[in-house]
């Protein structure tokens, strides 16, 4: 039955998406990176507010405060020590990429190393922690309960857009970073201090995407070290909707994605008795679909290649 | 002497099965420019075929009609001395044989297919749909009773087994093992000094301009992803025969990016690099698992995060200061070039 | 025009509400050499990749030797013999300049995935074909630079080397896109000069997109102008350049 606690998680899975995933697309639209590291921005953002809510600092708009600092302080390291540098030698995307998914790599192993000294420290023998944290009081209306966490979720969601909007569409340095999306070295030539610019960028990209990991805890109120990687489909598919380019359809991205893993997963249940474990191949189904009939060409690249020939050539 | 023999039948499967998985991963990336983060999809579908095939095929050989995954299955296997796998030995290698020959053509075709949707978007797109697709191929085996779901298949052996001496079963079976790598790696370096390995360096330069220079890019990529794909799939046979079982926890995302630090290391465009890559690999982690059993818990880091923390920084550190890694690509190596001192000498 | 190698029927290419091509029809005859001008944004690139099947017209029909090529494939395209260079030359790095040139002929046995590891099926034709291709750089001073990488290459000889290795097939239409774009005056004349021989002495058609006008004029025999999509004036070169329409759309595009 598609009820209304389907809906009301189709929203708070979506604006958790949508804070995840805009990110992403932003500065792979500026840096052309695929950046594998955003996987471990969601797992610093929900230890933040898992740990802080263990250590009794319980307010949620701190956590926000404190994973907004901490995945932008990562961002601009990872830019620093290493995507720069790659890039002034002129390597390949391809290659920037694939020293993301190495930080990537290191840093989860890292955590899950940290947190395996930390848990002994506070005598917990399990590396999960349920999170425990106050924003809004849930409300009652009309005979439906919404839960605060959804409240603080809608808040923080709209904080975040209009503070992107407002930072990209009104500002000096949102119009320099959309210059340097635009061409990188036309930009610098002109004079846009790309390097300062490049790491206010991943400052802002990693600051949401934790931010957007502390949506995701709320969500799902239990955080594991393998809370980012369950994701890892769902953001890319979502990106990949959004073409890797257009922030608009990347919003619109992440309710599609969460309206099929909530709404269509229980349609095709109470219809098909389809298990409700196939919610990952509905998503790997969107992508599918998307990357055959929209293919995010223009970001991307590609080859202007057609498998159908619209016509035979004729004498 | 013992202890190194010990350690070699150990060892020489696993750096087979790594130093093919590295050999064909460099076939897409280092030749062709095809960023694959899905090669464990195809390793697992290797792996799940030959052991769902040999335990269906050998029960049936001793008229046990029992779930693949169950005790009874396991028992009517391996039971020593009255076991299927030691009753019906000729049965035994000859699915072994087969289903080398199955994983290589499934999984190739699966990744021939997979190529259709993303060839004409940018590599990076091609990653991740393979990547997911990987994900999706071991969450479904998760989910899937027939074959075991979370448990997955037990109850096999090396196919040499019922020899009853476990060193020279085992022996022979490391020998097979380096056997198929050397033949898939002499097939690699044939394959690649070639005017088709100087296609797929000109496609890993510029699809577009290959497509101009009238070269079929897109059936060259799948052919190179049928190949590579395939190639995985016989690693898959040989974990499955060397460990007697298979998990689907075993093929997760981590793995791929396991291979891919074995070829960066190695270097990209080099087969003997990317073998190097994976001895190395294979070799610091027994160390580690040496070392970790020697000293216990009082490891700081344990050494399964240990381990994936080095793959991580190699991957990140080579790219930055030795990108071309441990051996550089090398020029593909055809007659042109007897032909060209010839031709330039004629005039002195 | 007596005998066109390639016609262009009316060809429109729109993006979105931008006409890039609204429907342009010249032809281009066999063994010419016809000069394709216009101001920025005119559609000149655009029209080689109609032709070159980059991009299927919106409207319209590509013929070539009697064929008609528009919707192939870049690849198909280049099979029926027409070979196109780029503005940014596009030659691979990290093949050598004799590779760049056994690159292009083809369907060569050995790019069979089959025969490819196996030598004893490719070797003779990859003789014949090294023989040949030495022979191609020898004769257009090349011949220092067989195995040289690309990047070793001055501006002038990567043009050079982008035009000629077509000769390893038999092509019988080359698109250059601003092929003295980038090179001193006098290597742009040179290179010019180049073509004409090729013209003369292979018979073989060019057709040259081109900015430098002052050189262009002096070597081609026909001239085609494009204006936001449509073809503005054509003619012979010093006809062309006393067009009023020409020269305003010049000075005010």
Not at chain 1, 205 to 224: E, K, M, N, R
Not at chain 2, 215 to 239: E, N, Q, Y
Request: with cysteine.
């Amino acid at each position: 039955m598609v009820g209304v606690s389907e809906i009301l998680n189709t929203v708070q899975m979506g604006l958790a998406y949508m804070v995840i995933a805009l990110p992403l697309t932003l500065s792979y639209r500026v840096t052309q990176v695929i950046n594998f590291v955003h996987i471990i921005f969601i797992t610093l953002g929900a230890y933040t507010v898992a740990l802080l809510g263990l250590v009794g600092l319980t307010n949620v708009w701190i956590a926000m405060g404190a994973a907004f600092l901490l995945g932008g302080a990562l961002a601009v390291l990872d830019n620093v020590a290493v995507f720069e540098p790659l890039w002034r030698r002129g390597s390949d995307v391809l290659i920037i990429m694939v020293a993301s998914l190495g930080l990537w790599i290191f840093y989860k192993y890292l955590i899950y190393a940290v947190l395996d000294k930390l848990f002994i420290v506070l005598r917990t023998n399990t590396l999960s922690v349920l999170v425990h944290t106050e924003g809004f009081p849930s409300v009652s209306l009309g005979g439906i309960t919404i839960d605060g966490y959804l409240i603080d979720t809608v808040v923080a969601s709209v904080i975040v857009s209009l503070a992107l909007y407002l930072i990209l569409m009104r500002t000096r340095i949102g119009k320099a970073i959309r210059a340097i999306a635009d061409n990188q070295v036309l930009a610098e030539i002109s004079g846009i201090p790309r390097g300062r610019v490049l790491n206010f960028m991943w400052f802002l990209s990693g600051g949401i995407a934790a931010v957007g990991g502390v949506l995701w805890a709320l969500f799902q109120t239990t955080v594991t070290p393998e809370i980012g990687d369950q994701i890892i489909l769902q953001v890319f598919s979502i990106a990949v909707i959004g073409g890797l380019y257009s922030l608009t359809k990347t919003a619109i991205g992440a309710f599609i994605v969460s309206g099929t893993e909530n709404i269509v997963i229980a349609v095709l249940h109470d219809a098909f008795g389809l298990p409700l474990s196939f919610r990952p191949f509905l998503v790997f189904l969107v992508l599918l679909v998307v990357i055959l009939i929209w293919p995010p060409l223009g970001a991307g690249g590609g080859l202007p290649y057609r498998f159908r020939v619209r016509h035979r050539s004729r004498r | 002497m013992e202890s190194i023999i010990g350690f070699l039948i150990s060892w020489l499967p696993i750096f087979a099965i790594y130093g093919i998985l590295s050999i064909s991963l460099n076939l897409e990336i280092g030749y062709t420019g095809m960023a694959n983060f899905g090669k464990v999809a195809f390793y697992a579908i290797g792996a799940y075929l030959s052991a769902a095939l040999t335990i269906s095929v050998m029960l049936s050989l001793v008229g046990k009609n029992v779930p693949l995954y169950s005790i009874e299955a396991v028992q009517a296997l391996s039971t020593e001395g009255t076991g299927a796998l030691y009753t019906h030995p000729a049965a035994l290698v000859g699915l072994f044989v087969l289903s080398l020959v199955l994983a290589f053509l499934v999984a190739g075709a699966v990744g021939y297919l997979i190529t259709y949707p993303t060839l004409r978007v940018g590599p990076a797109f091609l990653g991740i749909t393979v990547l997911a697709f990987g994900e999706m191929f071991r969450v479904f085996m998760r989910n899937y009773e027939p074959l075991g779901s979370t448990k997955g298949l037990f109850g096999l052996n090396n196919p040499f087994v019922w020899l009853g001496n476990s060193l020279l079963s085992q022996g022979l079976f490391a020998l097979v093992a380096l056997g198929l790598l050397l033949a898939v790696y002499v097939y690699a370096e044939r394959f690649v000094n070639s005017p088709l390995g100087r296609t797929l360096r000109a496609i890993k330069d510029d699809e577009v301009a290959a497509l101009c220079l009238g070269k079929h890019v897109p059936r060259v990529k799948a052919t190179v992803f049928f190949i590579a794909s395939g190639m995985a799939g016989v690693a898959g046979v040989l974990w499955t025969f060397y460990q007697g079982s298979v998990q689907p926890d075993t093929f997760v995302p981590i793995l791929t990016f396991y291979v891919w630090a074995m070829v960066i290391l190695g270097g990209m465009g080099n087969n003997l690099g990317a073998l190097l890559g994976a001895a190395v690999f294979t070799l610091v982690d027994r160390a580690l698992t040496f070392a970790a059993g020697m000293m216990g818990p009082s490891l700081i880091i344990p050494p399964n995060y240990l381990r994936w923390m080095i793959v991580g920084l190699v991957i990140v550190l080579v790219l930055m200061f030795r990108p071309e890694g441990i051996k550089p690509a090398r020029p593909i190596k055809t007659p042109a070039w007897e032909a060209v001192k010839e031709e330039v000498g004629k005039d002195g | 025009m007596a005998d066109p190698i390639l016609e262009v029927k009316d060809v429109a290419k729109y993006f979105g509400g931008v006409k890039a091509l609204d429907g342009v029809t010249l032809s281009v005859p066999r063994g010419g050499m016809i000069g394709l001008i216009g101001p920025n944004g005119s559609g000149k690139t655009t029209l080689f990749n109609v032709i070159t099947g980059f991009y299927v017209p919106t409207r319209g029909e590509v013929w070539f030797e009697g064929e008609r090529i528009d919707g192939l494939n870049p690849n198909e395209v280049y099979l029926k013999g027409i070979v196109r260079t780029f503005q940014i030359p596009r030659l691979f790095p990290s093949l050598t300049v004799l590779e760049n040139v056994l690159l292009t002929p083809p369907n060569q046995i050995g790019e069979r995935p089959l025969y490819a590891p196996i030598r004893s099926k490719w070797e003779k034709q990859e003789r014949e074909l090294a023989r040949k291709a030495v022979r191609l750089l020898k004769r257009f001073g090349l011949g220092d630079y067989i195995h040289a990488s690309v990047s070793e290459l001055s501006a002038a000889h990567i043009k050079l080397l982008e035009t000629i290795r077509g000769l390893m097939t038999d092509a019988k239409l080359y698109l250059l896109d601003e092929p003295a774009a980038g090179v001193a005056y006098d290597m742009a004349k040179e290179m010019f000069s180049f073509v004409r021989r090729l013209r003369d002495e292979e018979g073989l058609t060019f057709f040259i997109i081109e900015h430098r006008l002052e050189v262009l004029m002096e070597f081609v025999d026909y001239v085609y102008v494009l204006h936001n999509g449509k073809l503005l004036a054509e003619g012979k070169p010093d006809e062309v350049v006393q067009n009023k329409a020409v020269i305003e759309a010049y000075l005010g595009g």
